[in-house]
């Protein structure tokens, strides 16, 4: 879609809405007769609901006629609980990505710097350029980690916000604890540092960061997450941020009366408590992210390392092609023009298919 422009007697909106990058979601997959197609270009849960939760939705759907519950009572007490933290010290949203807008909108005004690494979630500059702030992308290294002593170096006198995505949304690595102990160590105490842990449930690795313990331990500390992901409600919107009070309480303040619906809350009310089947879903498709890295690997794929629900692989100029190429398959990837490509791990057909199309593309 192109953007219209405006003519000089209209309404014109703040000079930086016309720099907004598009977000560029994932394509459904290219329906074919005869086969089954798959959707691995959102990172969304191949799995239907946890148990529980579609009746939980349904009886919310009855009270449609009535607002949600402004101040989301039930579920900050349910996120309260599980986590063990103050419900002060939270605040939920329409997703993370609405998170995401209220922290840049809380923080930052016009002009002020938010430094992420770079490529990581294409929704930070969209966020950042939203509210006229500016970005500072610091480029991954070569093996798509957080470059995080570039990333401190790159904090200036108008940096408000350092965002550390972990898993990184798309190359797959995590930090590990004792580099975001380092990291934090340097980072100026004023500046705000976003933690987001969209991917942490999938997380397995020596030295994890533990996001609790590192906000409970520093006072601009904030961890974004999600049930979009490994709780499998993307169509809804819920996410949430644990952070210091004074900031948890910011974001509380911008944020959209009546956002997240009674559904969305319900939802997320019924997932918390099916810890046991979110566990045995979340570990199946950790194994079959390892099954996948491991077959990649020994096609001479080197993928980085994957700790969210999803690989990446680093095309160039072939990204176009692979993409084609899996479409032709039945799965359709995300790719990143000129750079790479993001493939989700979903159903075991799915996976063999990506298997399948690895050996073949790095044959041709
Ligand atoms: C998917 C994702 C999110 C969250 O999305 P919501 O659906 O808005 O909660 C946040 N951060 C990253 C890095 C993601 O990949």
Redesign the pocket.
């Given at each position: 879609m192109t953007t219209p422009q405006p003519r000089s007697n209209t309404p014109q909106p703040r000079s930086n809405i016309g720099d907004i990058p598009p977000y560029v979601a994932g394509k459904p997959p290219t329906v074919r007769p005869g086969m089954t197609s798959y959707k691995l270009s959102?990172?969304e849960n191949p799995y239907p609901p946890l148990p529980g939760v579609v009746e939980a939705a349904q009886a919310a759907v009855g009270q449609m006629n009535r607002y949600p519950d402004m101040g989301a009572t039930a579920l900050y007490a349910a996120l309260g609980e599980r986590f063990g933290v103050p419900v002060g010290d939270l605040s939920v949203a329409?997703?993370?990505?609405?998170?995401?807008y209220q922290l840049v909108q809380a923080f930052c005004d016009p002009g002020d710097e938010v430094v992420f690494a770079w490529r990581?979630?294409e929704?930070y500059p969209i966020a950042i350029t939203a509210a006229g702030a500016a970005s500072v992308r610091v480029p991954v290294l070569a093996d798509g980690r957080h470059d995080l002593d570039a990333m401190v170096d790159a904090i200036t006198d108008r940096t408000k916000v350092v965002l550390v995505?972990t898993p990184?949304?798309p190359t797959g690595p995590s930090v590990t604890q004792t580099e975001l102990d380092a990291f934090l160590a340097r980072v100026p105490s004023h500046v705000l540092v976003v933690v987001?842990e969209?991917?942490v449930e999938f997380v397995r690795m020596d030295d994890a960061v533990d996001g609790i313990a590192t906000y409970r331990a520093h006072e601009n500390v904030v961890l974004?997450r999600?049930?979009?992901?490994a709780y499998g409600l993307?169509g809804f919107?819920?996410?949430y941020a644990v952070a210091p009070a004074p900031i948890a309480a910011a974001l509380r303040a911008v944020s959209l009366p009546f956002g997240v619906s009674t559904v969305a809350q319900a939802a997320a009310i019924a997932s918390l408590e099916s810890e046991a089947a979110l566990l045995e879903r979340v570990d199946a498709l950790v194994a079959e992210r390892s099954r996948v890295v491991a077959g990649l690997r020994a096609a001479g794929w080197d993928v980085p390392d994957a700790q969210?629900n999803f690989v990446w692989f680093e095309l160039g100029d072939r990204t176009a092609d692979f993409a084609a190429a899996a479409d032709e398959l039945g799965i359709v990837v995300r790719p990143f023009a000129g750079e790479g490509a993001r493939v989700s791990i979903g159903e075991t057909e799915a996976n063999d298919r990506l298997l399948q199309l690895a050996g073949a593309f790095a044959r041709s």
């Open positions: 959102s990172n329409t997703g993370s990505v609405g998170l995401i990581s979630f929704a995505c990184n949304n987001d969209a991917y974004t999600t049930f979009s992901k993307a919107r819920v996410g969210g």
